[in-house]
């Protein structure tokens, strides 16, 4: 149905900047909502930010306010997610997520669609 592709996951020291890449193919859909959600080794998944693709409005997790920003392309179907003064406690695998409507934004098991995830590592 919807295949999500992420990209620009690295290493990189604290305080410096990366830009995740999700590419969306298969179904076109008017309206849906897109998330990045976040998962260190044994610990829980954690909403990071979404956006509502038709209208752009987006909605961050506490931790990442003011540091991360999410932005889609709608010719490329593709959302981004910029993320600056990046701390160890960032360190994470992302997902790209996707699913039809508008509600519950940061609950990931409403979301139909992953992606197989990017790794971010954030030295100290």
């Known amino acids: 149905q919807v295949q999500l592709v992420e990209s620009g996951g690295g290493l990189v020291q604290a305080g410096d900047s990366l830009r995740l890449s999700c590419a969306a193919s298969g179904r076109t859909f008017s309206s849906y909502v897109m998330g990045w959600f976040r998962q260190a080794p044994g610990k829980a998944r954690e909403f990071v930010a979404g956006i509502r693709w038709s209208i752009g409005t987006t909605y961050y997790a506490d931790s990442v306010k003011g540091r991360f920003t999410m932005s889609r392309e709608n010719a490329k179907n593709t959302v981004y997610l910029q993320m600056n003064s990046l701390k160890p406690e960032d360190t994470a695998v992302y997902y790209c997520?996707?699913?039809?409507?508008?509600?519950?934004?940061?609950?990931?098991?409403?979301?139909?669609?992953w992606g197989q995830g990017t790794q971010v590592t954030v030295s100290s």
């Open positions: 997520a996707a699913k039809q409507g508008s509600f519950n934004l940061a609950i990931g098991s409403t979301y139909d669609y």
